[in-house]
C-alpha cells in the first residue's frame, strides 16, 4: 500500500507535466487567434490536470489508511497536500473562467511544491501524542486548503505582473518579478540536487549536541556546505566532503543545522539553473515570458486573484486561526501563546485583512492589489519554510 501511495504521487507529479505542455499549447494557439483549436486543447488540458489531480487525491487516501491518519503530520505530507490544494483551487477556477493561461502557470508550481517536499523525510511515520485527535484533521486541512487558494490569487496577480510591468527598462518592479523567478528556480534546484544525491544513497552523519542540549546524531543527505554547531563528523564518514563552516548557535529550531544545509543547497543550485536560463534566453526570464501573454486581460486576471483572495480568506482564518485556537485550548489549555507559528498565522491573517480593506475602502486595484498579493505569499511561504525549519518552538515538530 505504501509503494501504491508512492506510485500515485509520482504519476500525478508526471500527469502535471504533461497538463502544463498542453495548457502551454493552449497559448499558441490562442496567440494564432485559432480560437476553436485553444478550445480543445484548454479542455484537454483541463481533463489532463483533473486526472493528475485525481491521482494525487487517490496518493492522499491510500497514505491516510496505511498511516491511520491524515497524512498532513509533518513538512512531506502538509507540503505535497499543499500542492493538491492549489491544484484543485485552479480546477475550479478554470470551470469560471476557463483561461489555460491560468494552468500555464499554476501546473509548474504545483510541480515545484510536490517535487520539494521529496526534500523532507517520507517515511510513514506513527503520530506523536500532541497530534493523536481529529483536530489534527480539522485544524490543518482547513488551513492548508485556505493557502491553497490563496496561492491562486498569487498565481493571478503574477500573472497580472508579467503582463503590464515595462520589461524594455531596469526598475523595482522589474527585481522583484525576476526574484520571484529565482526563488522557483530554487526550489527546482534542491527538489533536483536531492534527487541525485537520493539515488546515489549520499549521507554523512555528526555527532553534536542539539537544542535541547542532548548528545546525539545528525545526519545529511546532502554533502555539508555547513556542520552543526561544534559538531563532529563521524569516523566511518570523514572522507565526505565539508563542512566549510559550522551552523550559527542561535539558530536552534529542531534539525536546524541540516535545514541550513539544505536551503544553503537551494540557493546553489537555483543559481546555477537561473544563470544557465539567462545564458539562453540573454534576457530577464520574466521579460521572455511576456511576449505569451500579450493576449491575456490584466483586468480580467485583477479578478480572479480578488476572487480567489475573497474565497481563501475565510477558509485560511477559520483554519489557521479559529480552529488552530480551539486545539490550542484542548492541548495547551490556553487559547493563545505567542509561539512563532502562532504569531506568523496572525500576521498572514493581518495582512489579507488589510488588503481587502485596502481594495474595497481604498480602491487598490490592479497593479498595487497584485503586489500586496505576491506579498501575501510570501507571508505564507515563510511561515511554512522559515517558521516550521529554523525556528524552535511549540510546532517544531512539523
Known amino acids: 500500500m505504501v509503494e501504491l501511495s508512492s506510485n500515485l504521487l509520482l504519476m500525478a507529479f508526471i500527469i502535471y507535466i504533461v497538463a502544463m505542455i498542453i495548457f502551454s499549447m493552449t497559448m499558441y494557439f490562442e496567440n494564432k487567434q485559432e480560437v476553436n483549436k485553444a478550445k480543445k486543447w484548454g479542455w484537454s488540458g483541463f481533463s489532463i490536470a483533473l486526472i493528475g489531480f485525481m491521482s494525487q487525491l487517490g496518493y492522499f487516501i491510500t497514505r491516510w489508511m496505511v498511516a491511520g491518519h491524515a497524512p498532513v503530520s ?197 543559481s546555477l539553473i537561473y544563470l544557465a536560463l539567462r545564458l539562453v534566453l540573454r534576457k530577464r526570464v520574466s521579460a521572455a515570458i511576456q511576449p505569451i501573454l500579450r493576449n491575456v486581460s490584466p483586468q480580467l486576471f485583477d479578478e480572479v486573484s480578488y476572487r480567489a483572495i475573497i474565497i481563501g480568506f475565510p477558509i485560511f482564518t477559520l483554519g489557521g486561526l479559529i480552529f488552530a485556537m480551539i486545539w490550542a485550548q484542548v492541548a495547551w489549555t490556553r487559547f493563545w501563546g505567542w509561539d512563532p507559528k502562532e504569531v506568523w498565522a496572525l500576521i498572514t491573517f493581518l495582512f489579507y485583512a488589510a488588503y481587502l480593506h485596502l481594495r474595497l475602502s481604498r480602491g487598490w486595484h490592479g497593479e498595487k492589489s497584485a503586489w500586496l498579493l505576491v506579498i501575501g505569499f510570501g507571508i505564507i511561504m515563510f511561515n511554512l519554510l522559515v517558521v516550521n525549519l529554523v525556528v524552535a518552538g511549540l510546532h517544531s515538530y512539523a
Open 74 to 270: 509533518n513538512m512531506f505530507e502538509y507540503t505535497t497536500f499543499l500542492g493538491m490544494t492549489i491544484i484543485f483551487a485552479f480546477l475550479i477556477l478554470y470551470l469560471i473562467y476557463k483561461k489555460p493561461v491560468l494552468g500555464i502557470f499554476t501546473m509548474p508550481i504545483g510541480i515545484v511544491i510536490i517535487a520539494y517536499a521529496s526534500v523532507f523525510p517520507s517515511e510513514v511515520s506513527p503520530l506523536i501524542p500532541a497530534l493523536q485527535t481529529y483536530w489534527l484533521h480539522i485544524h490543518v486541512i482547513t488551513t492548508a486548503i485556505g493557502q491553497g487558494i490563496l496561492g491562486i490569487g498569487f498565481i493571478a496577480a503574477l500573472i497580472y505582473l508579467i503582463r503590464i510591468v515595462d520589461q524594455e527598462k531596469r526598475s523595482k518592479q522589474t527585481f522583484w518579478l525576476e526574484s520571484i523567478v529565482f526563488a522557483i528556480t530554487c526550489a527546482v534546484g534542491i527538489a533536483i540536487t536531492v534527487g541525485i544525491f537520493s539515488v546515489n544513497n549520499y549521507s554523512v552523519t555528526f555527532n553534536w549536541i542539539n537544542e535541547l542540549e542532548v548528545e546525539t546524531q545528525i545526519q545529511y543527505e546532502l554533502p555539508a556546505i555547513v556542520g552543526p554547531y561544534e559538531g563532529e563528523v563521524i569516523a566511518s564518514d570523514q572522507n565526505r566532503f565539508g563542512p566549510l563552516f559550522e551552523t550559527p548557535v542561535w539558530m536552534n529550531g529542531v534539525d536546524a543545522p541540516r535545514k541550513f544545509n539544505t536551503f544553503l543547497w537551494s540557493l546553489i543550485s537555483g
